[in-house]
Every structure is written in structure tokens, then in C-alpha cells.
């Protein structure tokens, strides 16, 4: 079972540069979730997809945008990358948004921006 | 707006020893209760959760957490650790009600750490 599945899983850009981090889960779940985690912040919230066809900001969304492809893909792209988006990012999904369903977690990717 | 507090950044423990970390959640609504892991390195992985029924709700690895909803509290522990539970803990709440309903608030995480 691949799970969530994201790529790459370290980057190192220079400020200024975009990229886009991809996400990829295979468990039929319609909500998908990408977060930062910083040192002593723990997790936050940049964007949510509660749905194929929805998109809504979290707590941190400034610099980000994100698209849901499809209902197993949720991008995540930084357009004009800049330090303060070192970090790690991690992916999530759940089965739906509200409820008592759990999240399940990507393996992450590195961001360093210089 | 939801908040999950933990109140302890950082424990040190020997083997052996029992481990208790605090989570308290501000948000007076129905709520789901998750207690996630991070190995040095790794990704997130789910404890335990509490969505409702028997407070005292139990998880992988020997850990179990208390539900007691009159403290807001949803507290983990393990009566004896090891070596391998040197990790990150966070606890998460997810409301059901409000702006960010459906969406897992984490608290800032405990480091902790097992001498052998």
C-alpha cells in the first residue's frame, strides 16, 4: 500500500525560483490537506481540498497556491519561493473533511530556500 | 478560533520509567481527539484517537490516552517506556463545527527523549 505518496522528497531552490511539490494518494479519500511544520510550531495548516473541485485557505496560505487534479492529486506550488518557506511539508488525506475519520501522512519533503 | 496546547516542549525520561504528556484543546463542541508520532525522520504516524464512547481509549505500542472532557484535556500515557518511543508527540483536535471544521489542529509537539 503506497498511502500518500509525495514528490520530491528534498529541494533546494534559490530565492525567487518556483516549484511545485506534488501529492498523491491512493485511498479513495476525498479530502487532502498541506501542511508546514516548522521547529516548536508544529503543524500548519497552509490549504485544504475537502473535495475533488474545492480548495480553501488554511492558517499560513500566503506565497502557496494549490490545485486538486483530480481526486487522488493535490498540488502544492510556491510561486516566488523566499526563505521564510524553509520547511518541511507534508502532505495528509482522510477519507472526508467532518467526522471521525484520521489523517494519514505523506513522508514529507525537505524545502530549503537560500 | 481552535487551539490544542501542550505543555510540555520537551521530556526526558530513563527506560523503564512512565511517561505521561499533557494536551489540552480549546473548543466546546463535539470533538475527535488523535495523538500522532514522528520517529526522528519520518513522517506522522496516527497513536491513537478518540472519537467518542469509552474515554479511556487505547493505541499502538502500549499508549493510551484519557478523554476527560470537563478539563478539555485528551492526555497520553505509557506506563513504561523504551528506548524506541524516543519520538515527537503531537496531539491533534479536529472540531465539527466552526470556519475550520474537518481540519486537524496540532499542537506545538513534545520531543521526547529515552536514555537507556
Known amino acids: 500500500n503506497a498511502g500518500v505518496t509525495q514528490t520530491p522528497k528534498f529541494q533546494v531552490l534559490k530565492t525567487g525560483q518556483s516549484m511545485t511539490l506534488q501529492c498523491a494518494q491512493d485511498m479513495n479519500h476525498n479530502s487532502m490537506y498541506w501542511y508546514r511544520q516548522d521547529p516548536g510550531m508544529g503543524l500548519r495548516l497552509i490549504y485544504y481540498s475537502a473535495s475533488e473541485g474545492t480548495t480553501d485557505k488554511g492558517e499560513v496560505p500566503n506565497g502557496y497556491n494549490v490545485s486538486r487534479l483530480n481526486k487522488r492529486e493535490f498540488s502544492l506550488r510556491l510561486e516566488s519561493a523566499a526563505p521564510s518557506q524553509t520547511s518541511v511539508y507534508f502532505c495528509?488525506?482522510?477519507?472526508?473533511?467532518?467526522?471521525?475519520?484520521?489523517?494519514?501522512f505523506g513522508q514529507g519533503t525537505r524545502l530549503t530556500v537560500v | 478560533a481552535q487551539s490544542v496546547s501542550q505543555h510540555n516542549h520537551h521530556v526526558i525520561l530513563s527506560e523503564a520509567a512512565s511517561l505521561e504528556l499533557g494536551c489540552n484543546y480549546s473548543?466546546?463542541?463535539?470533538?475527535?481527539l488523535f495523538w500522532y508520532v514522528q520517529y526522528p525522520g519520518q513522517h506522522l504516524q496516527l497513536l491513537l484517537k478518540y472519537f467518542s464512547g469509552d474515554p479511556l481509549v487505547k493505541g499502538i505500542k502500549g499508549f493510551e490516552a484519557e478523554f476527560i472532557k470537563s478539563k478539555f484535556s485528551f492526555n497520553l500515557r505509557k506506563p513504561s517506556v523504551q528506548w524506541s518511543d524516543t519520538a515527537e508527540y503531537f496531539c491533534a483536535v479536529k472540531g465539527e463545527v466552526g470556519g475550520s471544521q474537518g481540519n486537524l489542529i496540532f499542537g506545538k509537539g513534545t520531543k521526547l527523549s529515552v536514555k537507556p
Open positions: 495528509a488525506s482522510s477519507f472526508r473533511d467532518r467526522g471521525p475519520t484520521e489523517a494519514f
Open positions: 473548543y466546546g463542541g463535539t470533538v475527535n
